[in-house]
C-alpha cells in the first residue's frame, strides 16, 4: 500500500487557517481517495455532511482535507488517533456503526465512489514540526505536500538540514511550514519525510522556490550537508482546501 501511494503521486490550500496541536498527535494518518470520474462531488458531500462527524463519534480528530490541483478524482486528507491500537478500534467501530453503513448505502445507489481501495500511511511528527497553531490571516492560497525518499542512511542528515536551515529559509521566503512528518511503518519509516508548507498562490510558490534556491545561506548549507546525495528529488503535490477542512 506504501509504494502505491507513492507511484500515485509520482505521476502526477487555504483562506488562512488555525492549526491544531493535533496535527503534532502522535499518530496521525494521511489517506488518498482516487474516485470514479464525476464522483469527487459526491464524496467531499458524503464526508462533509456524514462522515466528519462520523469520525469524532469514534475518536478520529479530523486535521485536513485537501484536493489536489493537478491529479483528477482524488481527496487527501489526515485524521490524527492515541495511538495504532486505538486507530485499529475506531476504524473498527467506524465500520460497523449503523448510521456509517446507511450513509455508505445510500451514497452508492448510482455506483460506488471509489475507483480502488483507500491507500493510508501512519505518520509521526518530527522534533521539528511547528508545535503551535497558525493564526488565521484571511489569505487565500495553497498548499504543497512534499515526500522526500533520503538516500540509504541519510534520513538523520536529510532531518538535520530541515531543522537547521531549511524551515528557517522556507518562511524567509515567504513558505509557511504547516507540518512535518515520517512514516511509522517500514519500509519507508527508514528513508521517507513528508511535509506541508503554504503559499499565496501557484506564482507566489514559483517565486518562492526561485528564491530559495538561490539564496546563499541556502547553498551554503546545501554544499555542506551534499545536496544531491541526501535524497531523490522530491514528489510535490500543490492542493486546495475543501470548503469542509478543519484547516482552512
Not at 458524503?46 to 463519534?57: A, G, S, W, Y
Not at 492560497?141 to 533520503?150: D, M, W
Amino acid at each position: 500500500m506504501q509504494r502505491t501511494i507513492k507511484t500515485l503521486l509520482a505521476t502526477f490550500l487555504l483562506t488562512g487557517f488555525t492549526m491544531s496541536d493535533d496535527a503534532t498527535a502522535d499518530v496521525l494518518e494521511l489517506r488518498v481517495y482516487t474516485t470514479h470520474e464525476g464522483k469527487l462531488e459526491n464524496l467531499n458531500a458524503r464526508f462533509r455532511d456524514h462522515t466528519m462527524r462520523i469520525f469524532e463519534n469514534h475518536g478520529m480528530k479530523n486535521i485536513g482535507y485537501w484536493v489536489p490541483e493537478d491529479i483528477p478524482n482524488t481527496l487527501i486528507y489526515v485524521i490524527s488517533h492515541k495511538s495504532r491500537d486505538a486507530a485499529k478500534k475506531s476504524w473498527a467501530d467506524f465500520v460497523a456503526d449503523p448510521e456509517w453503513q446507511d450513509v455508505f448505502k445510500k451514497s452508492r445507489v448510482d455506483g460506488p465512489l471509489l475507483s480502488k481501495a483507500p491507500e493510508a500511511t501512519f505518520l509521526e511528527s518530527t522534533d521539528y514540526s511547528p508545535k503551535k497553531g497558525w493564526k488565521n490571516k484571511g489569505d487565500d492560497g495553497v498548499f504543497e505536500l512534499r515526500i522526500y525518499q533520503a538516500a540509504e542512511g541519510k534520513l538523520g542528515k536529510l532531518d538535520a538540514r530541515f531543522r537547521d536551515h531549511t524551515i528557517k529559509l522556507f518562511e524567509k521566503h515567504g513558505m509557511r511550514n504547516l507540518a512535518y512528518w515520517h512514516p511509522t511503518d517500514e519500509p519507508i519509516s527508514k528513508d521517507h519525510l513528508y511535509y506541508i508548507i503554504h503559499h499565496k498562490s501557484r506564482d507566489a510558490a514559483k517565486a518562492s522556490w526561485q528564491a530559495f534556491i538561490a539564496d546563499p545561506e541556502w547553498k551554503k548549507a546545501a554544499a555542506a550537508s551534499g545536496v544531491g546525495r541526501l535524497a531523490k528529488p522530491p514528489i510535490s503535490i500543490y492542493m486546495k482546501s475543501t470548503d469542509y477542512s478543519q484547516i482552512k
